[in-house]
């Protein structure tokens, strides 16, 4: 069964000024924050409904006005009010908002083209079937015929059935070469093409769009589906355009931070328990072993993309990390004496002793260099 077509939208563009706009100004200074609430919400009821307009009869007045819990009366003069600011339109009962119906004209036009496209698809196939059946048909025909004729029409058939298989042959050699031809996403180098964008995008927002981009591709199931590395990065770049054009690409980039500040986050928590020198659980062995423990089972838990990371931070993120790696690790060869006398150089030390200043203790006594 065929998915039923969409006519409304799961998101819209939220222009981060908006508040700010001479319009909307207006508006809550004549209905301050509730009003500006109601206009977000309105906008939304908008947004999920059919061709983003609504028809506003008594009964889905009382509705909406329950929805947004505030009074009839008090929705109807707020909507007088927007109509006279024309940001919305309120014509025999129709409800619709020109500049979120604008906004999201992109994403009925993609849908529109996808429709042609699948459409163009289901076509094609059932042309092929089609064609593929009255070949088998034809071909069935003639056997049948060739069995009641002389023995000469058969080796003609003989020959001809040979040619036919020659030219199976053939093709199936020529879609073999155009599958070895073809170029997975993840074998292109987008690096090399970012003096494209680099007057748009710093290095780490271009890390996050390819990345984004290799994650729907794959979703799609299309990443062996380009016949050139030239066709990945055109794809790209219309997907890109697209993407800004509609507002998505502030949801990428906002997706690509959360990823940043996941795995910084989990890092310090680690750097931090590492860190402690004085905290109740150093105070003895069980509890030193016990913290340290913990604190390895995160670090090998942590799913370390450093792509994710600004520029600026990859440095100091290595070299914590290798840090941490090499402590772990001394930790794990030092017997009980080598760690009592390391509890008891921190009971000495400072409240924030380094990662280094440890590992070089344990380093020391197990002579590593």
Not at 94 to 104: A, E, F, G, Q, Y
Not at 180 to 189: C, E, H, L, Q, W
Not at 308 to 328: G, H, M, Q
Request: hydrophobic share 35%; net charge positive; charged share 30%.
């Amino acid at each position: 069964m065929a998915r039923p077509t969409k006519h409304n939208a799961d998101y819209f563009s939220h222009d981060a000024n908006m508040r700010n706009q001479r319009k909307i100004l207006a508006m809550r200074g004549k209905y301050g924050a509730k009003g500006y609430g109601i206009w977000c919400m309105l906008q939304e009821v908008l947004a999920d409904s059919d061709y983003f307009r609504l028809e506003l009869d008594e009964v889905e007045l009382e509705l909406l006005a329950s929805d947004f819990m505030i009074e009839v009366d008090f929705l109807q003069e707020f909507l007088s009010y927007m109509q006279r600011l024309k940001l919305i339109s309120y014509d025999s009962n129709i409800l619709s908002c020109p500049s979120l119906t604008d906004s999201l004209q992109l994403l009925v036009d993609r849908r529109k083209r996808d429709k042609r496209r699948k459409n163009a698809r289901s076509a094609l196939t059932e042309n092929l079937v089609s064609t593929s059946e009255k070949a088998v048909s034809d071909s069935e025909n003639v056997v049948n015929d060739e069995k009641t004729k002389f023995s000469t029409r058969k080796t003609h058939s003989k020959v001809e059935q040979s040619k036919g298989k020659k030219r199976k042959v053939k093709e199936s050699n020529n879609n073999s070469k155009e599958r070895r031809n073809s170029i997975a996403v993840d074998a292109v180098d987008f690096e090399k093409y970012f003096s494209s964008y680099e007057e748009e995008l710093s290095t780490w927002e271009f890390r996050g769009a390819v990345a984004h981009f290799k994650k729907q591709v794959s979703r799609n199931g299309d990443t062996n589906s380009y016949d050139s590395e030239a066709a990945v990065v055109t794809h790209f770049r219309n997907w890109y355009n697209s993407a800004v054009a509609s507002g998505l690409f502030k949801e990428v980039l906002a997706a690509w931070n959360d990823r940043r500040l996941k795995l910084l986050k989990n890092f310090n928590k680690v750097t931090r328990m590492v860190l402690a020198a004085r905290g109740k659980k150093y105070l003895d062995l069980d509890k030193l072993k016990s913290g340290v423990t913990n604190a390895q089972s995160l670090f090998l838990g942590i799913e370390v993309d450093r792509s994710v990371l600004r520029d600026e931070e990859l440095e100091d993120f290595r070299s914590a990390w290798s840090d941490c790696e090499k402590f772990f690790d001394l930790f794990s060869k030092s017997t009980d004496d080598v760690l009592v006398g390391f509890l008891k150089k921190k009971a000495s030390s400072s409240n924030r002793a380094k990662v280094t200043s440890m590992t070089a203790h344990l380093a020391n006594k197990l002579k590593v260099s």
